[in-house]
Nanobody, 124 residues
Framework: QVQLVESGGGLVQAGGSLRLSCAPS????????MAWFRQAPGKEREFVAA????????NYGDPVKGRFTISRDNAKNSVWLQMNSLKPEDTAVYYC?????????????????WGQGTQVTVSS
């Protein structure tokens, strides 16, 4: 079992930045491909970004391309999501997720482990 813990959410003005962190409890992240998803009230959970086990490959959802960056350091057992140029429509609960599968990185059912989420609120 992998327990994921997110941190770094908060309230920020439009145009600002936040950095989310994800760390596991009990296991090393090096075995897993990692991703961030988000869910706004009344909406389905949405793919934000994914990174391969080694960090060589990254992918982003269209709404965040060019503004968000996913990264990881397996030695520090952590994954981050740097969010710049934030917009009110980025407001959501952000979830960290882990999987050993290599397909469909954008699909929620690919991921076996999820964190509890961290709230990001962007004011206009």
């Amino acid at each position: 079992q992998v327990q994921l813990v997110e941190s770094g959410g908060g309230l920020v003005q439009a145009g600002g930045s936040l950095r989310l962190s994800c760390a596991p409890s009990g296991r090393t992240l090096a075995y897993y491909h990692m991703a961030w998803f988000r869910q706004a009230p009344g909406k389905e959970r949405e793919f934000v970004a994914a990174i391969s086990r080694t960090g060589v490959s990254t992918n982003y959802g269209d709404p965040v391309k060019g503004r968000f960056t996913i990264s990881r350091d397996n030695a520090k057992n952590s994954v981050w999501l740097q969010m710049n140029s934030l917009k009110p429509e980025d407001t959501a609960v952000y979830y960290c997720a882990a999987t050993i599968r290599t397909s469909a990185y954008y699909y929620t059912k690919t991921y076996d482990y999820w964190g509890q989420g961290t709230q990001v609120t962007v004011s206009s």
